[in-house]
């Protein structure tokens, strides 16, 4: 009996020798085992790579904090683990609060939190909650402010997506966490920030109709608005640059001052209208011409590998315009009406540009085909929609397209392409047309074949332009439609696509993580008996634990009498 106990002792000091020792080793060594089927808790290489370069302290204040419906309560936790996995990384640390807005004594309070934040960027969105007295709303403002040195930034946790249930919603937010906290990070530490120009000189978008995107912009990269005027070096010091719509001829001498830039690794958004039609035209006679909008980009985009072909896409996915059917006590009875001229793309796929985004606006849209380029990779963003159709130009396009009953057995061209992405070493539109004195010219530096780069062609120039009221001076936010009052992705994509150009697919490729929520059956935990469900969970497992506990002393105690 004395042997037996001092072999228990013997065993009990061993086991907690090797838990000291293994402790001691694990001071030294670090090693996480993430067992999701998703590796839902670990972090992209780039992710961790940023964290460890950091030189000061991270501090997160998350006003994601209160009694949440099971949604929410699920966004928060994840948002809390997500917060932990950043620390454990974080060179010089991480940390954070959450915090309660409706904490605040009293209303006054309440409301001045909810206009610091609303102010700071951070949108809010309606919680209804359902309680045995009914429902309950509460107004929430799910982001963080995140704090770097002098520096703030804007987390927005949850992204409302328009006609998309809650829960899907709360996945998607789930989904862009460490791409969400990761890219405010980035943005605020930067010492140096990647400069943006959009260039003017060829009759483009004016600076009110890019306005809300160079905003946008701004907060991640400085922007500038910039003449080439045939200067050499005219675009050296921009890691991208943006074609908003150019209206008349590019000149062969700006042409290739463009393609030298994108030899040097330079990247491009090109904006394009490729169908010219006058939209006042249309509203006052009720019709206008489409022709092609020839502006001498065709070779060099045809030899980086795609043709824009100067063709209206007509979609039933449409949006709506007012149409005045008459007069009615004095004032016009405007009416909506689809508009087959004003496609809404929904994003396919899972790209990280594209992913989770709502439908995108577009307006006398053309579409492309891609064409053969030796190692370069085409991806296509945005297509039209199945049931849509190609108009030839030149057309006349009239208001009276609305009175028609759409057929869908006449509109089967489908799924055209509207934005690709190219990506890969261009060769340059210039090999072999060159003088051998201007390509050999050292203060030339011609080059015929590019680093490793990427643009994105779209053909579509509405796309990236907001409203501008001239009479009272206000911009309309990109992609909102003023006459279905609708608010649509066209910022949300051409960030992204600006994101991708410059910080590579590295920082992008988190947006495509995949977190599967095991989601319980709404109708069973729901109106269905509650209380039964309730009682389930709370009693089975004390059942169990009761059980197991008197199966092991039943077990024991045969045991022992067996050897007296």
Request: glycine share 6%.
């Amino acid at each position: 009996m004395k042997s037996t106990k001092s072999k228990q002792i013997f065993q009990l000091v061993a086991w907690l020798l090797i838990l000291i020792l293994l402790n001691f080793v694990g001071s030294y060594f670090f090693k996480r085992f993430d067992l999701t089927s998703e590796k839902r808790y670990t972090l992209n290489p780039s992710t961790i790579e940023m964290l460890k370069k950091l030189d000061d302290e991270v501090y997160v204040k998350v006003y994601l904090e209160g009694d949440f419906n099971s949604a929410f309560t699920r966004l928060r936790n994840e948002t809390k683990e997500m917060l932990d996995e950043f620390r454990v990384y974080a060179k010089k640390g991480l940390n954070y609060e959450f915090i309660n807005i409706y904490d605040q004594k009293n209303k006054a309070d309440i409301e001045s939190v909810q206009r610091e934040l609303y102010n700071k960027g951070i949108d809010p969105t309606e919680l209804r909650t359902k309680t045995g007295k009914g429902e309950q709303t509460q107004i929430l403002f799910p982001g963080a402010v995140v704090y770097y040195k002098t520096r703030e930034g804007i987390w927005q946790i949850f992204n409302k997506q328009d006609g998309i249930p809650a829960e899907q919603c709360v996945n998607n937010s789930v989904q862009n966490l460490e791409y969400g906290l990761s890219n405010t990070i980035r943005k605020i530490e930067e010492p140096v920030r990647p400069r943006v120009a959009f260039i003017r000189g060829h009759h483009e978008l004016d600076t009110n109709q890019t306005k809300d995107l160079y905003f946008a912009l701004s907060e991640y990269y400085d922007v500038e608005y910039i003449k080439i005027n045939q200067r050499l070096k005219a675009l050296k010091p921009y890691s991208a640059i943006i074609f908003a719509w150019p209206d008349t001829v590019v000149s062969e001498k700006d042409k290739f001052i463009i393609d030298q830039y994108i030899m040097n690794g330079g990247k491009v958004l090109w904006c394009l209208e490729p169908v010219y039609t006058n939209y006042d035209s249309l509203k006052l006679k009720g019709y206008t011409l489409g022709l092609n909008n020839n502006i001498n980009l065709d070779d060099i985009l045809f030899y980086y590998g795609v043709r824009v072909n100067p063709s209206l896409v007509q979609d039933m996915q449409c949006g709506y315009i007012p149409i005045n059917r008459g007069f009615k006590g004095g004032a016009a009875d405007l009416q909506m009406f689809p508009w087959i001229y004003k496609p809404m793309v929904m994003p396919q796929g899972n790209h990280p540009i594209t992913k989770n985004l709502e439908l995108i606006r577009f307006e006398f849209a053309g579409y492309m085909d891609t064409v053969k380029a030796d190692g370069i990779k085409k991806t296509v963003l945005l297509s039209s929609s199945k049931n849509s159709r190609v108009q030839a130009v030149p057309a006349r396009i009239t208001l009276s397209t609305v009175n028609s009953q759409l057929n869908e057995k006449q509109f089967t061209n489908g799924n055209k392409p509207m934005a690709v992405l190219l990506e890969g070493s261009f060769r340059s539109n210039y090999q072999n047309r060159l003088t051998y004195q201007i390509a050999k010219d050292s203060s030339i530096g011609f080059k015929e074949k590019s680093k490793p780069t990427a643009m994105i062609v779209i053909s579509d120039g509405d796309i990236i332009k907001n409203d501008f009221n001239y009479s009272t001076l206000s911009i309309s936010p990109l992609g909102y439609d003023r006459y279905m009052k609708q608010q649509f992705a066209n910022k949300t994509f051409l960030l992204n696509c600006m994101n991708y150009l410059i910080d590579g697919p590295q920082l992008m490729s988190v947006r495509t993580r995949e977190v599967k929520l095991r989601l319980l059956d709404r109708k069973k935990i729901g109106l269905d008996n509650p209380l039964k469900w309730k009682l389930y969970n709370v009693l089975f497992p004390l059942f169990i634990i009761i059980t197991s506990g008197a199966v092991l002393s039943s077990l024991r105690r045969k045991k022992f009498t067996s050897s007296k």
